[in-house]
């Protein structure tokens, strides 16, 4: 409660020694991007939502429940704990007037003996999240974009969901067929179009034909919308002070075109619906740091809501807009999305082009990000792109390892790239994706950034993520 002052960061202060800890791990604000570990005293280190501390021989955790007010992050040091909860509005501070504001729920666990790190993070996890939004059956098929990047069609993506359904088992469960980037109006070159979602390009003439025939075949269709992207007729009034390309939605119009782009596409047929970029569009940043965003600008409806409330709702809009669609959100707020989305792709993009982006990205972010499966959302670590630019000899090590890891599986199907060995590791580890699995645990995350190290299904399995020449300069 701040009737008379514009708030911008709450910090509380926990004294005491920390001293037996030996490694901390902090989480991310949205995706990982292949930088999470555990790592000794950095009294400076931003760790977003939670941490983890070990001891040698138990781990304990503190945090914040999912749907907090704010965005908070955490320090440590020999002397105690601080924890940062940052409210303004945008890159000022807030204004609450008379308001009371929620700011956060912190959490804590002891840890217990005999229970290993990944567990314990795991159950904690659980403990920030009550009400996690699940899907009744594992999540898996095919995403085009690490293949066509864009550059898709009607008929790749017909193409595409026969392919995932070909090298899927029969069953009960069927695989998604996702069209990512590529089918907007008036896309051009730029990685994204213009913010129209009403209809295809012209290499897209009939959505709703289009889901109903991938349907056919056997798959699940998918599509990928960027919905704060700013349409070149949107009112002045609707667009976001920091940057007039994107909408603000803090203006009602908004929040109903968001809906309204969301609800088409699930009319059109379209069982699951990924959005992206709102926390890059909102920021204008990605690894966000402490500072989240540039200082002085504030929503065109005024500062009187914190930036975590104005994303909270915009993820309501989206959530009731989709309705029986399953929702996965990319680039989104990771402690906001538990208990909004079915799915949140964790980590940032794996490659179809580049082992060492998928190497750097996916493993880190499944290890380091995994205990979040099941107690937050599905965790999608990204997808194996399947393709000739990348040597299959490590390409289908990650395949391997996430098919047995218990979360979500979706591969990019270049169609020149699918050769015999191909096909044949594809269809073994989606027809384990499709079935139930306990979570993949990494056994030497405390040592490397890459863990090799695995028990799978109860077993332990060993991966090479480097090639016999190591790894190039970045």
């Given at each position: 409660?701040?009737?008379?002052?514009?708030?911008?960061?709450?910090?509380?202060?926990?004294?005491?020694?920390?001293?037996?800890?030996?490694?901390?791990?902090?989480?991310?604000?949205?995706?990982?991007?292949?930088?999470?570990?555990?790592?000794?005293?950095?009294?400076?280190?931003?760790?977003?939502?939670?941490?983890a501390t070990h001891d040698g021989s138990l781990t304990h955790a503190y945090g914040v429940r999912t749907g907090a007010g704010a965005f908070c992050f955490w320090q440590a040091d020999p002397g105690g704990l601080s924890l940062w909860a940052d409210v303004r509005s945008g890159g000022a501070g807030v204004e609450l007037g008379e308001r009371l504001l929620p700011v956060c729920e912190v959490v804590c666990r002891a840890g217990r003996a005999g229970e290993s790190a990944h567990a314990a993070l795991h159950a904690f996890c659980r403990q920030m999240c009550p009400k996690p939004l699940l899907p009744p059956h594992p999540v898996y098929g095919s995403n085009d974009w690490y293949w066509a990047y864009g550059k898709n069609s009607a008929e790749t993506a017909l193409?595409?969901?026969?392919?995932?359904?070909?090298?899927?088992?029969?069953?009960?469960?069927?695989?998604?067929?996702?069209?990512?980037?590529?089918?907007?109006?008036?896309?051009?070159?730029?990685?994204?179009?213009?913010?129209?979602?009403?209809?295809?390009?012209?290499?897209?003439?009939?959505?709703?034909?289009?889901?109903?025939?991938?349907?056919?075949?056997g798959a699940r269709p998918g599509l990928w919308i960027r919905p704060l992207q700013a349409p070149a007729e949107a009112p002045d009034s609707w667009r976001l002070p920091r940057d007039r390309t994107v909408l603000d939605p803090t203006v009602p119009g908004v929040l109903e075109k968001v809906a309204g782009d969301i609800a088409r596409l699930r009319e059109w047929g379209f069982e699951l619906i990924k959005h992206d970029y709102t926390t890059y569009d909102l920021f204008g940043r990605f690894q966000m740091g402490s500072a989240l965003t540039r200082e002085g600008w504030s929503f065109a409806s005024g500062p009187g809501r914190t930036t975590a409330e104005v994303i909270a709702e915009l993820y309501r809009a989206i959530r009731a807009a989709a309705a029986g669609s399953l929702v996965i959100g990319c680039n989104t707020v990771s402690h906001l999305s538990a208990g909004q989305f079915e799915i949140?792709?964790?980590?940032?993009?794996?490659?179809?082009?580049?082992?060492?982006?998928?190497?750097?990205?996916?493993?880190?972010?499944?290890?380091?990000?995994?205990?979040?499966?099941?107690?937050?959302?599905?965790?999608?670590?990204?997808?194996?792109?399947?393709?000739?630019?990348?040597?299959?000899?490590?390409?289908?090590?990650?395949?391997?390892?996430?098919?047995?890891?218990?979360?979500?599986?979706?591969?990019?199907?270049?169609?020149?790239?699918?050769?015999?060995?191909?096909?044949?590791?594809?269809?073994?580890?989606?027809?384990?994706?499709?079935?139930?699995?306990?979570?993949?645990?990494?056994?030497?995350?405390?040592?490397?950034?890459?863990?090799?190290?695995?028990?799978?299904?109860?077993?332990?399995?060993?991966?090479?993520?480097?090639?016999?020449?190591?790894?190039?300069p970045p």
């Open positions: 409660h701040a009737p008379a002052v514009a708030v911008r960061r709450v910090h509380l202060r926990w004294r005491g020694s920390l001293s037996p800890t030996r490694l901390i791990l902090g989480d991310a604000w949205e995706r990982g991007y292949g930088d999470l570990e555990w790592r000794g005293w950095v009294p400076d280190r931003i760790m977003p939502w939670y941490l193409a595409d969901a026969e392919h995932i359904v070909e090298l899927s088992p029969a069953g009960g469960n069927r695989p998604f067929s996702v069209i990512d980037d590529g089918w907007q109006p008036i896309r051009g070159e730029a990685k994204a179009g213009v913010g129209s979602w009403d209809r295809g390009n012209e290499k897209f003439p009939d959505l709703p034909g289009l889901a109903a025939r991938i349907r056919r075949a949140c792709r964790v980590g940032d993009d794996t490659s179809g082009t580049e082992w060492a982006r998928t190497r750097k990205m996916g493993v880190n972010t499944l290890a380091f990000r995994g205990p979040q499966h099941g107690a937050f959302y599905v965790a999608d670590a990204d997808c194996v792109g399947v393709t000739n630019a990348v040597p299959w000899a490590l390409n289908r090590q990650w395949l391997d390892l996430l098919a047995r890891s218990g979360t979500m599986l979706f591969v990019s199907l270049a169609p020149d790239a699918l050769g015999a060995a191909e096909r044949s590791d594809l269809k073994a580890a989606l027809a384990l994706a499709a079935d139930p699995h306990p979570l993949a645990e990494p056994l030497d995350w405390q040592r490397t950034v890459t863990p090799a190290r695995w028990r799978l299904l109860g077993v332990e399995r060993s991966y090479h993520w480097v090639g016999e020449d190591g790894v190039g």
